[in-house]
């Protein structure tokens, strides 16, 4: 099982991935949400200057939210700057498309544009949208074609983890799904949560903090996929103030402070009991229950556990996070 990291996008994210490398964690995705973080491939390229060995990579791309050639060349680079050391995932986009009241792309779409990606990094020329294209960068622009690059599918459905066993090296799953992951050498879980002390509480200050984010993501991805939000703990709550702001305006409510801390909403929802479900939708608990449930996740075919921390205290989450997961790794020898 590797351990890696996954921040949601910020300037101080080049400062993070440095730290995630010191602690052992094997590789640093950063989320693609233009409405909230700055650009993901500066920041990757940053840190890709302080680091030496920790894998980098967007995780996941919003293909909708640039032409292939961008993507391509902004990969390209940062091959250039991390050898060896870059992959990429892509998704049809859940907050960095639908922050901004988009539609996510279509699987079509997003097998079109996977193809385009990689034939463009093979050096090959490729169609797209009615007109061929291929890279030409000179030397010194980018490194020589072919450029392998391994690429991921976020995906939770057959039609994703269709288009993933046709065109990816491996699948980026997320909300605990694990059922397709047995079908990938290469499967990759993004989780949220954090390590409680002896007898801490649940809806403590700290955890609030630190798995609050997380915990609200099931509330968010619940009402954008059309799943009933009142089933959840304070749910109603939350959805009755989601509901106060206009119709066109909703989306903007719901992904305030997206996977970065509570936004009104969340807050109210938690102090109604949201974070009862804790347990259930993040990997939060004591270190030897984090290492059980790190276990269960690679008995079911998870090969990377891709943990992204939040609240003030970044990096004592990454340390007892990855010491707990490490813990069930090496119990195993």
């Given at each position: 099982m590797k351990i890696s990291a996954q921040f949601a996008t910020s300037l101080h994210s080049p400062a993070d991935v440095e730290v995630a490398e010191h602690l052992g964690y094997d590789r640093a995705w950063l989320f693609d949400t233009p409405h909230e973080s700055p650009d993901v491939w500066m920041m990757l390229a940053l840190a890709a200057e302080r680091t030496t060995t920790i894998g980098l990579g967007p995780g996941v791309l919003v293909p909708t939210l640039r032409h292939p050639m961008v993507n391509a060349s902004a990969a390209a680079a940062l091959a250039a700057l991390a050898p060896?050391?870059?992959?990429?995932?892509?998704?049809?986009?859940?907050?960095?498309?639908?922050?901004?009241?988009?539609?996510?792309?279509?699987?079509?779409?997003?097998?079109?544009?996977?193809?385009?990606?990689?034939?463009?990094?093979?050096?090959?020329?490729?169609?797209?949208?009615?007109?061929?294209?291929?890279?030409?960068?000179?030397?010194?622009?980018?490194?020589?074609?072919?450029?392998?690059?391994?690429?991921?599918?976020?995906?939770?459905?057959?039609?994703?983890?269709?288009?993933?066993?046709?065109?990816?090296?491996?699948?980026?799953?997320?909300?605990?799904?694990?059922?397709?992951?047995?079908?990938?050498?290469?499967?990759?879980?993004?989780?949220h949560g954090t390590v409680l002390a002896d007898g801490e509480a649940l809806d403590s200050v700290r955890v609030q903090a630190a798995a609050g984010p997380g915990n609200a993501l099931a509330y968010h991805a619940a009402y954008e996929f059309g799943g009933d939000v009142t089933a959840l703990?304070?749910?109603?709550?939350?959805?009755?103030?989601?509901?106060?702001?206009?119709?066109?305006?909703?989306?903007?409510?719901?992904?305030?402070q997206h996977l970065v801390a509570l936004n009104h909403a969340d807050t109210a929802a938690w102090a109604a009991g949201s974070w009862k479900a804790i347990r259930q939708t993040t990997v939060t608990g004591t270190a030897d229950e984090i290492g059980q449930r790190v276990s269960e996740l690679a008995a079911a075919g998870i090969t990377e556990i891709i943990y992204q921390p939040t609240g003030p205290d970044i990096i004592g989450e990454l340390e007892t996070f990855r010491t707990a997961a490490k813990a069930a790794d090496l119990s195993k020898h």
């Open positions: 060896g050391r870059v992959a990429v995932a892509f998704g049809v986009g859940f907050a960095g498309a639908r922050a901004m009241g988009a539609a996510p792309a279509t699987w079509s779409y997003v097998r079109d544009y996977v193809r385009a990606f990689r034939g463009l990094l093979s050096g090959a020329r490729v169609e797209w949208q009615g007109t061929r294209m291929q890279m030409m960068h000179p030397v010194g622009h980018a490194p020589e074609r072919p450029i392998d690059i391994p690429i991921l599918i976020s995906a939770l459905g057959p039609k994703g983890v269709e288009v993933a066993t046709e065109l990816a090296d491996g699948l980026f799953t997320v909300n605990g799904e694990t059922r397709y992951a047995a079908q990938f050498s290469w499967a990759a879980l993004g989780v703990p304070g749910g109603d709550v939350w959805l009755d103030i989601i509901n106060q702001s206009p119709p066109q305006d909703r989306h903007l409510a719901v992904h305030d």
